[in-house]
């Protein structure tokens, strides 16, 4: 519970619409995976919508067929999280259609678009020390910046900090990966 979500959660018990457990807190884990869709809204930017809204606008099969593979992908990379110490708390994905087919667009697990914490620093109740972008979003609000252009400079130190936030994040898990590529016979001669 973090982000938007959790402002949401505050208010209404909810994220995007999907009624959660009483007692959550700051950070706390959920019981399992949750698909809290969004839809660019007419301004080009993100906004949470209920899966009813996503079902309505885009119809069952393709609502199924985003929710399935998002699900499974964030387990997936999750799982690869975990081993790299690190919850990966959210992620986004962007799908869109080449023709008939749906694809994933964009990026994938970057800092970017997930939010990954150190298991090291995490408690439950507590702001995390994310390895992600959060520090760029805490210094725009304290800003008072309106999120409209033109976007405030960002002061170098913070640029240099989320830089080495990132490199952090990549660094744990090429580590797995390359581990598991090993482990796996995933070299060719």
């Known amino acids: 519970m973090a982000g938007s979500g959790w402002k949401e959660y505050q208010a209404s018990g909810t994220v995007c619409g999907i009624p959660l457990p009483a007692g959550l807190r700051l950070s706390s ?20 919508v209920p899966e009813a809204e996503v079902r309505r606008r885009l119809g069952d099969a393709v609502t199924d067929f985003i929710k399935e593979k998002s699900l499974a992908l964030y387990r997936y990379a999750a799982g690869v999280a975990e081993k790299a110490g690190m919850i990966l708390a959210d992620t986004k994905f962007e799908f869109g259609f080449v023709g008939d087919e ?7 697990f970057t800092p970017d678009s997930s939010r990954y914490w150190p298991a090291d620093r995490y408690r439950e109740g507590e702001p995390v020390d ?5 520090p760029v979003r805490d210094w725009a609000e304290r ?5 409209q252009p033109p976007a405030p400079e960002l002061p170098g130190e913070l640029i240099e900090e989320t830089a080495r936030r990132y490199a952090d994040v990549l660094d744990r898990l090429r580590k797995v990966l390359a581990e598991t590529a090993a482990g796996a016979g995933g070299g060719r001669r």
């Open 102 to 108: 749906i694809v994933l667009i964009d990026e994938a």
């Open 143 to 147: 800003t008072g910046w309106n999120k």
């Open 130 to 134: 994310s390895l992600d972008k959060q």
């Open 29 to 48: 884990r959920l019981p399992e995976p949750i698909f809290t869709p969004a839809l660019k809204n007419d301004r080009g930017h993100d906004e949470n």
